[in-house]
C-alpha cells in the first residue's frame, strides 16, 4: 500500500502532491513480470496517474494516462480512481535496450517519443474529457509536465523516480508535482524554483527513509502549509467475470459461439492483473439468454 499526501500553502498559491509508490510499482512487477526498463516506464506512469487521479473530485471518476511514443514497449497505460488506486499495463513487458551513457535505465528509449501522451478524465458526463499533447522526452514526467502548460495551462513541476535492484524487484518508486495556482506572486514561484533545484532524487531521498510529509517539506521550505488530504493507493484491479460477460453479451452470437478452441473452451484475461477467466460453449450460449 502506498501513501499519498496532498498539501496547499496557506496563501492558497501551490499545491503539492507526493507518493511513495513502492509497493503499487512492487504490485505491478510482480504481475506483469516486465523488463528493468518496462518496470520503470510504467511505474513512473501509475505513479502520475495516481497523483493526478486524486485531484479528481466524484468518488466514481476516474483517470486514464495513456503513453504511444512509437517505442518496443508499445502502448503503456494506467487507470486511477479519485483514491489513487491504480492499475496499468505495457503493451510489450520484456524489452531489453542498453543503459543510457550514464549508467541509467533508457526509459525514452522503450517507450518512444514519436507519439502523445493522451489523459482522459470520466467524471460520468456523456463524454469523458481528452487531452493529448505531444511527447517531448519520452521520460514521462517531462511529458506529464508539458501536458499541464499545454493543455490546462497551469505551470507544473513533475518528478518521478523508480529504483530496479538487479534482480528486477523493486527498490523504491515515487513521484512529487508541484502546481502554481492562479495569481501565484513571483517570490512564491522564485522559492519553489529554489526549493525544486535543490531537491534531491524522488528515489535518493525515498531511500534515505525520507517520509512523503518530510519530502513535502523540503518542496514547499518557507512558505506555510496544511496538509488536506492522506491516501493509502494501492494497486487494484477492477475486473470480473460479469464484466467480461457483459463484453461477451455485447458481440453477435454468431462470433461469441466462435470463440471457443478445440477443447469447447474459451478463455478471457484481464490486461491489467493477468487474471484468467474461462467459459464454456454451454456459458457462452447461456450468456446471449
Known amino acids: 500500500m502506498g501513501k499519498l499526501i496532498r498539501c496547499l500553502t496557506r496563501d492558497a498559491t501551490v499545491m503539492a502532491l507526493f507518493l511513495d509508490s513502492t509497493d503499487i510499482v512492487s504490485r505491478a512487477e510482480g504481475i506483469h513480470q516486465p523488463s528493468a526498463v518496462v518496470t520503470a516506464a510504467l511505474g513512473r506512469l501509475l505513479t502520475a496517474a495516481s497523483m493526478m487521479g486524486v485531484m479528481m473530485k466524484g468518488k466514481d471518476d476516474s483517470l486514464t494516462l495513456k503513453l504511444a511514443g512509437g517505442g518496443p514497449a508499445g502502448t503503456v497505460m494506467a487507470v486511477s480512481d479519485s483514491s489513487g488506486n491504480v492499475r496499468g499495463y505495457a503493451q510489450n513487458p520484456v524489452v ?81 508535482l508541484l502546481q502554481l495556482l492562479p495569481f501565484c506572486p513571483d517570490d512564491v514561484i522564485d522559492k519553489i524554483e529554489a526549493n525544486v533545484n535543490k531537491l534531491p532524487a524522488v528515489t535518493a531521498m525515498l531511500g534515505q527513509g525520507m517520509t512523503p510529509e518530510e519530502i513535502c517539506a523540503l518542496a514547499l521550505d518557507g512558505m506555510e502549509y496544511d496538509i488536506l488530504d492522506t491516501y493509502e493507493p494501492e494497486y487494484r484491479c477492477t475486473c470480473s467475470r460479469e464484466k467480461v460477460e457483459r463484453a461477451f453479451a455485447a458481440m453477435s452470437r454468431e462470433d461469441r459461439l466462435s470463440l471457443p478452441n478445440e477443447e469447447g473452451v474459451a478463455e478471457a484475461t484481464c490486461r491489467f492483473c493477468d487474471a484468467v477467466y474461462t467459459f464454456t460453449r454451454e456459458d457462452l450460449e447461456r450468456i446471449g439468454k
Open 96 to 176: 531489453e535496450i542498453p543503459l543510457k551513457p550514464n549508467g541509467k535505465l533508457d526509459v525514452s528509449g522503450a517507450v518512444g517519443t514519436d507519439g502523445q501522451l493522451w489523459v482522459l478524465r470520466d467524471n460520468g458526463a456523456p463524454e469523458p474529457y481528452v487531452g493529448c499533447t505531444p511527447l517531448i522526452s519520452g521520460e514521462i514526467a517531462e511529458d506529464i509536465t508539458s501536458y499541464y502548460a499545454t493543455s490546462e495551462q497551469t505551470p507544473t513541476v513533475c518528478a518521478l523516480g523508480v529504483l530496479v535492484n538487479p534482480d528486477l524487484t523493486v527498490n523504491a518508486a515515487g513521484g512529487l
